[in-house]
């Protein structure tokens, strides 16, 4: 069971909003440490879509955005496409564990 | 453009020791500032960090792992290694190398294609 705990999955029609959400508790996100958030599509590597909780790297489309509060961090993702569909992973860091974690990770669905 | 290739043996068995190298192109593995890490993934499973390492030889590691898991770095190479001792089935994953900044809240940037590890007899 991973310490950051995110959704199995979520779904959206094209075009709609989708939020996937990564609680964490107060040794890691709650201790004010960055979320990261990755997009993995079948058989690649992840993909890094925000970073530092609210930044996009460069060539990154402003459909997704990022947001922390509290103990938890939400991936949001806008004007859903086909192409947005694969799996969604985020990251911190955890005191007690000393280590970087990841969330378990979000099947997202476009219908 | 920065870029990581993973190398393995693919197949190794139970108890036996696998060695998996990263190399890196496209820049500097010696370069200030960043560190490069190993990250697995079991098949239908999630991300699990191992170890990172900078340049000079610094480390980190996932202290679930610890005891059986070293990190090296071979600058003249351009390469980083990971070895882990011991393997079990649970060690079946597919293997990434990645860059990523100092400390452990940073972020994975740059991310090899993978290379699967077989765990069996």
């Known amino acids: 069971q991973s310490v950051l705990t995110q959704p199995p999955s979520v779904s959206g029609a094209p075009g709609q909003r989708v939020i996937i959400s990564c609680t964490g508790s107060s040794s890691n996100i709650g201790a004010d440490y960055n979320v990261h958030w990755y997009k993995q599509l079948p058989g690649t590597a992840p993909k890094l879509l925000i970073y530092?909780?609210?930044i996009r790297p460069s060539g990154v489309s402003d459909r997704f955005s990022g947001s922390k509060s509290g103990t938890s961090a939400s991936l949001a993702i806008t004007g859903l496409q086909a192409e947005d569909e694969a799996d969604y992973y985020c990251?911190?860091?955890?005191?007690?564990?000393?280590?970087?974690?990841f969330g378990g990770g979000t099947k997202l669905t476009v219908l | 453009q920065l870029q990581l290739q993973e190398s393995g043996p693919g197949l190794v068995k139970p108890s036996e020791t696998l060695s998996l190298t990263c190399t890196v192109s496209?820049?500097?593995?010696?370069?200030?500032?960043?560190?490069w890490g190993w990250i697995r993934q079991p098949p239908g499973k999630g991300l699990e960090w191992i170890a990172n390492?900078?340049?000079?030889?610094?480390?980190y590691y996932n202290p679930f792992l610890k005891s059986r898991v070293t990190i090296s770095v071979d600058t003249s190479k351009n390469q980083f290694s990971l070895r882990l001792s011991s393997v079990t089935a649970a060690d079946t994953a597919v293997y990434f190398c990645?860059?990523?900044?100092?400390?452990?809240?940073?972020?994975?940037?740059?991310w090899g294609q993978g290379t699967l590890l077989t765990v069996s007899s």
């Open positions: 990645a860059r990523t900044g100092q400390g452990l809240s940073t972020q994975y940037d740059y």
């Open positions: 496209g820049g500097s593995i010696s370069i200030r500032n960043y560190y």
């Open positions: 390492i900078y340049y000079i030889g610094n480390t």
């Open positions: 990251q911190s860091y955890d005191t007690r564990l000393s280590g970087s974690i």
């Open positions: 530092d909780s609210i």
